[in-house]
T-cell receptor, first 116, second 115 residues
Framework: SAVISQKPSRDICQRGTSLTIQCQVD?????MFWYRQQPGQSLTLIAT?????????ESGFVIDKFPISRPNLTFSTLTVSNMSPEDSSIYLC?????????????FGPGTRLTVL | AQSVAQPEDQVNVAEGNPLTVKCTYS??????LFWYVQYPNRGLQFLLK??????LVKGSYGFEAEFNKSQTSFHLKKPSALVSDSALYFC?????????????FGTGTRLLVSP
C-alpha cells in the first residue's frame, strides 16, 4: 500500500488569497487524484492529476480555480485560488499504483481549509 | 458503479453485537466496490474491495462485506463490534465512463458503538 502525506494539515486563510496543498507519495504511482469533502458531506472528485500534462477536471471544477501540478510520479500540488468561505473544506489527495480499475486508491490525511 | 447509495446516515450498535452498514449500487456491467473508514481528523483508510470471485470479501480490522448481485448490494459487516469501530464509513464504486479507476462515493454512514 502507498503511504501518502499532505502539507499543510490545516490552514486558516483570508478571502481572496490562494493556498497550495502538497501531496507526497512514498512510491511511484500511476494515478493521483484530488477530492473535496465539504463539511458533513461525502467526497467529490475534483480532478485527476496527470504526470507531465494538464489535469483532467470533473464537471463543476475548473483549472483557473483549482490549478494542479504533477511534475513526477510521486508528487502533486493543488492550489485553491481566490478563496471564498464556500471553499472551506477538507481537501484529500489519493493515489493508485496502477491504471487498472482493480487497483486500490489510498488516501492522504487531508488538508482542512477554513476561509474567513 | 454509476452511483452508490448508503441509506442510513447513522447506525447504532452495542459493543459485542454484530454490525451491518448498508450500501447499494447501480451499474450496467461488473462493479468494482470499495469500503473506506474515516476517523475524526483523519483521511480515509481502505478496508476492503470486491473485484470478482467470492461474494464474501474479508478486509482489515475484522470487517467483511457481502456482494449480492441480485440485490445490487455490498453491505459491510462485522461479527462483534468494538467501541473503537465508531467512525464514518464510506462505500465507493468505480465509475464506468473511464478506462481507468474513478471512484464515486456514497454519502457516508456514521457508526456509533456504545460500551
Amino acid at each position: 500500500s502507498a503511504v501518502i502525506s499532505q502539507k499543510p494539515s490545516r490552514d486558516i486563510c483570508q478571502r481572496g488569497t490562494s493556498l497550495t496543498i502538497q501531496c507526497q507519495v512514498d512510491s511511484q504511482v500511476t494515478m493521483m487524484f484530488w477530492y473535496r469533502q465539504q463539511p458533513g458531506q461525502s467526497l467529490t472528485l475534483i480532478a485527476t492529476a496527470n504526470q507531465g500534462s494538464e489535469a483532467t477536471y470533473e464537471s463543476g471544477f475548473v483549472i483557473d480555480k483549482f490549478p494542479i501540478s504533477r511534475p513526477n510520479l510521486t508528487f502533486s500540488t493543488l492550489t485553491v485560488s481566490n478563496m471564498s468561505p464556500e471553499d472551506s473544506s477538507i481537501y484529500l489527495c489519493s493515489a493508485a499504483g496502477g491504471g487498472s480499475k482493480r487497483d486500490t486508491q489510498y488516501f492522504g490525511p487531508g488538508t482542512r481549509l477554513t476561509v474567513l | 458503479a454509476q452511483s452508490v447509495a448508503q441509506p442510513e446516515d447513522q447506525v447504532n450498535v452495542a459493543e459485542g453485537n454484530p454490525l451491518t452498514v448498508k450500501c447499494t449500487y447501480s451499474v450496467s456491467g461488473n462493479p468494482y466496490l470499495f469500503w473506506y473508514v474515516q476517523y475524526p481528523n483523519r483521511g480515509l483508510q481502505f478496508l476492503l474491495k470486491y473485484i470478482t470471485g467470492d461474494n464474501l470479501v474479508k478486509g482489515s480490522y475484522g470487517f467483511e462485506a457481502e456482494f449480492n448481485k441480485s440485490q445490487t448490494s455490498f453491505h459491510l459487516k462485522k461479527p462483534s463490534a468494538l467501541v473503537s469501530d465508531s467512525a464514518l464509513y464510506f462505500c465507493a464504486g468505480d465509475r464506468e465512463d473511464t478506462g481507468f479507476q474513478k471512484l464515486v462515493f456514497g454519502t457516508g454512514t456514521r457508526l456509533l458503538v456504545s460500551p
